[in-house]
Protein backbone atom coordinates (compact mmCIF):
# COMPACT_ATOMS: atom_id res chain seq x y z
CA UNK A 1 0.00 0.00 0.00
CA UNK A 2 1.24 3.39 -0.97
CA UNK A 3 3.03 5.20 2.27
CA UNK A 4 1.30 8.15 1.88
CA UNK A 5 -2.37 6.62 2.17
CA UNK A 6 -1.86 3.89 4.70
CA UNK A 7 -2.91 4.77 8.37
CA UNK A 8 -1.13 3.95 10.85
CA UNK A 9 -2.95 5.63 13.82
CA UNK A 10 -6.06 7.95 13.76
CA UNK A 11 -8.42 9.38 16.37
CA UNK A 12 -11.36 11.13 14.48
CA UNK A 13 -11.49 14.05 15.13
CA UNK A 14 -8.24 15.09 16.55
CA UNK A 15 -5.50 13.30 14.32
CA UNK A 16 -4.66 10.88 11.47
CA UNK A 17 -1.01 9.49 11.11
CA UNK A 18 0.17 7.89 7.75
CA UNK A 19 3.60 5.41 7.25
CA UNK A 20 5.10 8.30 5.53
CA UNK A 21 5.08 9.83 8.44
CA UNK A 22 2.98 12.41 7.09
CA UNK A 23 0.27 13.38 10.04
CA UNK A 24 -3.12 15.09 9.26
CA UNK A 25 -4.80 17.29 12.34
CA UNK A 26 -8.15 16.74 12.39
CA UNK A 27 -9.26 18.94 15.92
CA UNK A 28 -10.89 22.13 14.41
CA UNK A 29 -8.58 25.13 15.62
CA UNK A 30 -9.75 28.81 14.49
CA UNK A 31 -7.05 30.85 14.51
CA UNK A 32 -7.42 34.62 15.45
CA UNK A 33 -4.58 37.11 15.62
CA UNK A 34 -3.34 39.15 18.55
CA UNK A 35 -5.35 42.43 18.76
CA UNK A 36 -6.90 44.61 21.66
CA UNK A 37 -10.11 43.19 22.60
CA UNK A 38 -13.07 45.83 22.05
CA UNK A 39 -15.30 43.59 24.71
CA UNK A 40 -12.72 44.03 27.70
CA UNK A 41 -10.19 46.23 26.57
CA UNK A 42 -7.29 43.73 26.53
CA UNK A 43 -4.21 43.85 24.53
CA UNK A 44 -2.46 41.21 23.56
CA UNK A 45 0.69 39.92 21.12
CA UNK A 46 3.18 37.56 20.24
CA UNK A 47 6.70 36.72 21.19
CA UNK A 48 9.06 33.99 21.12
CA UNK A 49 10.30 33.07 23.80
CA UNK A 50 12.57 30.40 23.10
CA UNK A 51 14.80 31.38 19.45
CA UNK A 52 16.32 27.62 19.52
CA UNK A 53 12.64 25.95 19.48
CA UNK A 54 10.92 28.50 17.87
CA UNK A 55 8.30 28.50 20.72
CA UNK A 56 6.20 31.75 21.37
CA UNK A 57 3.65 32.56 23.81
CA UNK A 58 0.42 35.14 23.75
CA UNK A 59 1.02 37.77 26.24
CA UNK A 60 -2.46 38.98 27.53
CA UNK A 61 -2.29 42.73 29.71
CA UNK A 62 -5.66 44.21 31.01
CA UNK A 63 -6.68 47.78 30.38
CA UNK A 64 -5.79 49.91 33.45
CA UNK A 65 -8.63 50.91 35.40
CA UNK A 66 -9.83 54.53 35.33
CA UNK A 67 -7.25 56.46 37.64
CA UNK A 68 -5.52 53.41 38.02
CA UNK A 69 -1.74 53.49 39.35
CA UNK A 70 -0.98 50.31 37.60
CA UNK A 71 -0.16 48.14 40.31
CA UNK A 72 1.99 44.77 39.80
CA UNK A 73 -0.74 41.67 38.15
CA UNK A 74 -0.12 38.35 38.45
CA UNK A 75 1.47 36.27 35.80
CA UNK A 76 -0.85 33.28 34.49
CA UNK A 77 1.15 30.94 32.23
CA UNK A 78 -1.40 29.01 30.35
CA UNK A 79 -1.33 25.47 28.68
CA UNK A 80 -3.80 24.82 25.66
CA UNK A 81 -5.96 21.53 25.10
CA UNK A 82 -5.41 19.63 22.53
CA UNK A 83 -4.37 16.22 23.44
CA UNK A 84 -0.87 16.80 22.90
CA UNK A 85 -0.98 16.55 19.60
CA UNK A 86 -2.98 19.76 18.34
CA UNK A 87 -4.44 22.89 19.68
CA UNK A 88 -3.02 26.57 19.57
CA UNK A 89 -2.36 29.34 21.93
CA UNK A 90 -4.36 31.42 18.77
CA UNK A 91 -7.16 28.91 18.45
CA UNK A 92 -10.18 31.53 18.75
CA UNK A 93 -12.38 30.25 21.65
CA UNK A 94 -9.29 29.93 24.07
CA UNK A 95 -8.11 33.25 22.99
CA UNK A 96 -11.32 34.81 23.71
CA UNK A 97 -11.66 32.87 27.01
CA UNK A 98 -8.19 34.08 28.27
CA UNK A 99 -9.58 37.51 27.44
CA UNK A 100 -12.47 37.47 29.54
CA UNK A 101 -10.13 35.57 32.43
CA UNK A 102 -7.55 38.39 32.05
CA UNK A 103 -10.17 41.29 32.07
CA UNK A 104 -12.16 39.58 35.15
CA UNK A 105 -8.88 38.43 37.27
CA UNK A 106 -6.59 41.48 36.21
CA UNK A 107 -3.96 38.71 35.71
CA UNK A 108 -1.07 38.80 32.84
CA UNK A 109 -0.98 36.17 31.09
CA UNK A 110 1.45 34.07 29.21
CA UNK A 111 -0.36 31.52 26.77
CA UNK A 112 2.21 29.10 25.67
CA UNK A 113 2.49 27.37 22.08
CA UNK A 114 3.97 24.43 22.88
CA UNK A 115 5.89 22.01 20.71
CA UNK A 116 2.96 18.92 19.59
CA UNK A 117 3.29 15.40 18.98
CA UNK A 118 3.69 13.54 17.39
CA UNK A 119 7.11 15.56 15.54
CA UNK A 120 7.60 16.72 18.97
CA UNK A 121 7.04 14.06 21.19
CA UNK A 122 6.39 14.16 25.01
CA UNK A 123 8.31 15.63 27.07
CA UNK A 124 8.92 18.49 24.14
CA UNK A 125 5.46 20.13 25.45
CA UNK A 126 6.60 20.24 29.21
CA UNK A 127 9.92 21.38 28.46
CA UNK A 128 8.02 24.52 26.42
CA UNK A 129 6.02 25.16 29.23
CA UNK A 130 9.12 24.91 31.63
CA UNK A 131 11.41 27.38 29.42
CA UNK A 132 7.83 29.77 29.24
CA UNK A 133 7.72 29.59 32.90
CA UNK A 134 11.05 30.49 33.71
CA UNK A 135 11.27 33.03 30.67
CA UNK A 136 8.04 34.62 32.61
CA UNK A 137 9.90 34.54 36.11
CA UNK A 138 12.75 36.34 35.05
CA UNK A 139 10.54 39.18 33.39
CA UNK A 140 12.19 38.90 29.67
CA UNK A 141 9.27 40.95 27.86
CA UNK A 142 8.74 44.61 28.61
CA UNK A 143 4.62 43.83 30.16
CA UNK A 144 6.07 41.06 32.45
CA UNK A 145 9.29 43.47 33.64
CA UNK A 146 6.96 46.45 34.19
CA UNK A 147 3.69 45.49 34.75
CA UNK A 148 4.22 41.55 36.27
CA UNK A 149 4.29 40.47 40.12
CA UNK A 150 6.92 37.46 39.65
CA UNK A 151 6.13 36.39 43.21
CA UNK A 152 2.62 35.65 42.65
CA UNK A 153 2.97 33.10 39.38
CA UNK A 154 0.10 30.59 38.02
CA UNK A 155 0.17 27.73 35.76
CA UNK A 156 -3.55 26.94 34.59
CA UNK A 157 -4.12 24.41 31.92
CA UNK A 158 -7.13 23.16 29.82
CA UNK A 159 -7.23 18.78 28.98
CA UNK A 160 -4.29 18.12 27.80
CA UNK A 161 -3.00 21.37 29.05
CA UNK A 162 -3.83 20.61 32.29
CA UNK A 163 -1.34 17.61 32.26
CA UNK A 164 1.43 19.72 31.08
CA UNK A 165 0.39 22.06 34.32
CA UNK A 166 0.98 19.35 36.82
CA UNK A 167 4.33 17.88 35.22
CA UNK A 168 5.54 21.70 35.52
CA UNK A 169 4.20 22.24 38.61
CA UNK A 170 5.82 19.03 39.54
CA UNK A 171 8.89 19.89 38.42
CA UNK A 172 8.84 23.58 40.15
CA UNK A 173 8.43 21.56 43.41
CA UNK A 174 11.32 18.81 42.48
CA UNK A 175 14.44 21.50 41.73
CA UNK A 176 16.09 23.47 43.82
CA UNK A 177 16.87 26.74 42.26
CA UNK A 178 14.51 25.66 39.49
CA UNK A 179 12.63 29.56 38.95
CA UNK A 180 14.51 32.87 39.79
CA UNK A 181 15.06 34.24 42.71
CA UNK A 182 12.16 36.02 44.21
CA UNK A 183 9.75 34.12 41.72
CA UNK A 184 6.60 32.09 43.28
CA UNK A 185 4.15 29.94 41.64
CA UNK A 186 1.25 30.44 44.04
CA UNK A 187 -1.20 28.26 42.38
CA UNK A 188 -2.50 25.56 39.92
CA UNK A 189 -5.59 25.57 38.11
CA UNK A 190 -6.19 21.92 36.15
CA UNK A 191 -9.71 22.68 33.80
CA UNK A 192 -10.78 19.29 32.68
CA UNK A 193 -6.76 17.56 32.98
CA UNK A 194 -5.59 14.78 30.61
CA UNK A 195 -4.97 12.30 33.70
CA UNK A 196 -5.30 8.11 32.62
CA UNK A 197 -4.75 5.24 35.35
CA UNK A 198 -4.09 1.03 34.09
CA UNK A 199 -7.07 0.45 36.45
CA UNK A 200 -10.71 1.84 36.95
CA UNK A 201 -11.53 4.91 39.28
CA UNK A 202 -14.50 4.31 41.44
CA UNK A 203 -17.80 4.20 39.50
CA UNK A 204 -15.77 3.59 36.08
CA UNK A 205 -18.27 1.08 34.03
CA UNK A 206 -17.16 -0.16 30.55
CA UNK A 207 -14.41 0.79 28.56
CA UNK A 208 -16.03 3.13 26.27
CA UNK A 209 -14.65 3.54 22.36
CA UNK A 210 -13.67 7.71 23.32
CA UNK A 211 -12.24 6.72 26.47
CA UNK A 212 -10.28 3.87 24.78
CA UNK A 213 -8.71 6.24 21.87
CA UNK A 214 -7.91 8.81 25.26
CA UNK A 215 -5.83 5.84 26.13
CA UNK A 216 -4.30 5.20 23.13
CA UNK A 217 -3.38 8.67 22.19
CA UNK A 218 -0.73 8.65 25.01
CA UNK A 219 1.25 6.22 23.90
CA UNK A 220 1.10 7.90 20.40
CA UNK A 221 2.00 11.53 21.61
CA UNK A 222 5.21 10.38 23.53
CA UNK A 223 6.71 8.31 20.54
CA UNK A 224 6.21 4.75 21.84
CA UNK A 225 8.59 6.06 24.69
CA UNK A 226 5.92 5.38 28.04
CA UNK A 227 5.98 3.06 30.33
CA UNK A 228 2.03 2.90 29.86
CA UNK A 229 -1.16 3.93 31.38
CA UNK A 230 0.56 3.66 34.91
CA UNK A 231 3.11 6.39 33.48
CA UNK A 232 3.12 9.09 35.96
CA UNK A 233 3.18 12.06 33.93
CA UNK A 234 -0.30 10.75 32.74
CA UNK A 235 -1.41 9.03 36.18
CA UNK A 236 0.09 11.24 38.52
CA UNK A 237 -1.52 8.70 41.43
CA UNK A 238 0.08 5.30 39.94
CA UNK A 239 2.16 3.46 42.43
CA UNK A 240 5.54 5.01 42.52
CA UNK A 241 4.63 8.18 41.21
CA UNK A 242 6.16 11.23 42.54
CA UNK A 243 4.27 12.62 45.61
CA UNK A 244 1.63 14.77 45.29
CA UNK A 245 3.07 17.04 48.61
CA UNK A 246 5.96 17.45 46.12
CA UNK A 247 4.18 20.07 43.65
CA UNK A 248 5.71 23.31 43.61
CA UNK A 249 2.56 25.66 44.72
CA UNK A 250 0.81 26.95 47.49
CA UNK A 251 -2.96 26.04 45.77
CA UNK A 252 -4.47 23.74 43.51
CA UNK A 253 -8.16 23.59 42.16
CA UNK A 254 -9.20 20.69 39.75
CA UNK A 255 -12.39 21.07 37.52
CA UNK A 256 -14.12 18.58 36.10
CA UNK A 257 -16.83 18.05 33.92
CA UNK A 258 -19.20 15.08 32.73
CA UNK A 259 -16.61 13.47 30.27
CA UNK A 260 -14.37 10.70 30.32
CA UNK A 261 -11.73 12.42 32.10
CA UNK A 262 -14.23 13.20 35.05
CA UNK A 263 -13.24 10.05 37.42
CA UNK A 264 -9.63 10.17 37.45
CA UNK A 265 -9.72 14.23 38.12
CA UNK A 266 -11.66 13.27 40.94
CA UNK A 267 -8.74 10.52 42.03
CA UNK A 268 -5.95 13.56 41.19
CA UNK A 269 -8.35 15.50 43.39
CA UNK A 270 -8.48 12.56 46.62
CA UNK A 271 -4.52 12.01 46.05
CA UNK A 272 -3.67 15.72 46.59
CA UNK A 273 -5.49 15.15 49.80
CA UNK A 274 -4.42 11.61 50.92
CA UNK A 275 -0.65 12.87 50.26
CA UNK A 276 -1.16 15.92 52.90
CA UNK A 277 -2.35 18.32 51.16
CA UNK A 278 -4.51 20.71 53.80
CA UNK A 279 -8.18 20.92 52.78
CA UNK A 280 -8.25 24.55 52.38
CA UNK A 281 -5.39 24.67 49.64
CA UNK A 282 -7.35 21.97 47.48
CA UNK A 283 -10.50 22.56 45.72
CA UNK A 284 -12.70 20.73 43.14
CA UNK A 285 -15.05 22.67 41.20
CA UNK A 286 -17.30 19.67 39.56
CA UNK A 287 -19.58 21.03 36.55
CA UNK A 288 -22.63 18.42 36.74
CA UNK A 289 -24.39 18.07 33.60
CA UNK A 290 -21.29 19.73 31.48
CA UNK A 291 -19.28 18.90 28.68
CA UNK A 292 -15.63 19.06 27.62
CA UNK A 293 -15.80 21.95 26.28
CA UNK A 294 -18.89 23.71 27.75
CA UNK A 295 -16.83 27.08 29.33
CA UNK A 296 -15.14 28.17 25.58
CA UNK A 297 -18.36 26.91 23.70
CA UNK A 298 -20.92 28.54 25.73
CA UNK A 299 -19.28 31.53 27.74
CA UNK A 300 -22.25 33.11 29.86
CA UNK A 301 -23.74 30.01 31.03
CA UNK A 302 -24.05 29.61 34.32
CA UNK A 303 -21.59 27.24 35.04
CA UNK A 304 -19.08 28.96 32.89
CA UNK A 305 -19.69 31.99 35.05
CA UNK A 306 -19.42 29.75 38.44
CA UNK A 307 -15.96 28.48 36.90
CA UNK A 308 -14.55 31.89 35.84
CA UNK A 309 -15.19 33.18 39.43
CA UNK A 310 -13.63 30.14 40.98
CA UNK A 311 -10.39 30.77 38.76
CA UNK A 312 -10.21 34.34 39.22
CA UNK A 313 -10.48 33.57 43.09
CA UNK A 314 -7.89 31.09 42.63
CA UNK A 315 -5.23 34.15 40.87
CA UNK A 316 -5.87 36.02 43.83
CA UNK A 317 -4.36 34.16 45.95
CA UNK A 318 -1.31 35.75 47.94
CA UNK A 319 -2.11 39.36 46.81
CA UNK A 320 -1.89 40.45 50.35
CA UNK A 321 1.39 37.50 51.21
CA UNK A 322 3.91 39.50 49.50
Given at each position: MDPESEVTFEFVPVIRQYRSGRVERLLPVDPV?????????????????DPATGAWARLYLPARPPGGAGDRLPIMVYLHGGGL???????????????RLCARARVLVVSVEYRLAPEHPVPACYDDAWAALRWAAEGADPWLRDRGDRGRMFVVGYSAGGNVAHNV???????????????????IGLLHPYFLSAEKADGETEQSWLRGKLEELWPFACGGRTAGLDDPRVNPV??????????????????????????????????LLGSGWAEGDVELLDSIGEDHQFFLR???????LVLMDRLAALLAAGANQQ
Open positions: PPSVDAATGVASRDVVFVGGSAADGPEHAFLNALRAGSEAGALPRGARVRGADGAPSLRRLGCDRVLVCVAEDELRLRGKAYHDGEPPSATA
